[in-house]
């Protein structure tokens, strides 16, 4: 089992940032390591959608919506990984979910463990 516990996530107004984090932990996430960690929102009625993803090697991809405003770290140390937000806007506001995946991609079923989530709300 793998286990992933996101914090960060706030109340914020348009235009600035947050930091949100993800922790990964469990018996089975050494076969984690080598793949890849990645960060999805949702909005109530909404699918899943993906933001971004970095690999162990710091390869990484992000959303339209993200670039140039998101930035995704990992510290492999700590077995964490970082999604910096900034310049926000309204419709960045969703539930943000971590998952582990040891192939990557842009699609929910690529990824086989998730967080709960930690909410971002964006007022304008």
């Known amino acids: 089992q793998v286990q992933l516990v996101e914090s960060g996530g706030g109340l914020v107004q348009a235009g600035g940032s947050l930091r949100l984090s993800c922790a990964a932990s469990g018996r089975t996430f050494s076969s984690y390591v080598m793949g890849w960690l990645g960060w999805f929102r949702q909005v109530p009625g909404k699918e899943r959608e993906f933001v971004s993803r970095?690999?162990?090697?710091?390869?990484?991809y992000y959303a339209d919506s993200a670039k140039g405003r998101f930035t995704i770290s990992r510290d492999n140390a700590r077995n964490t990984v970082y999604l910096q937000m900034n310049n926000l806007k309204p419709e960045d506001t969703a539930v943000y979910y971590c998952?582990?995946?040891?192939?990557?991609?842009?699609?929910?079923?690529?990824?086989?463990?998730w967080g709960r989530g930690t909410q971002v709300t964006v007022s304008s």
């Open positions: 998952a582990a995946s040891l192939s990557g991609g842009r699609e929910v079923d690529q990824y086989d463990y």
């Open positions: 970095i690999n162990w090697s710091g390869r990484t």
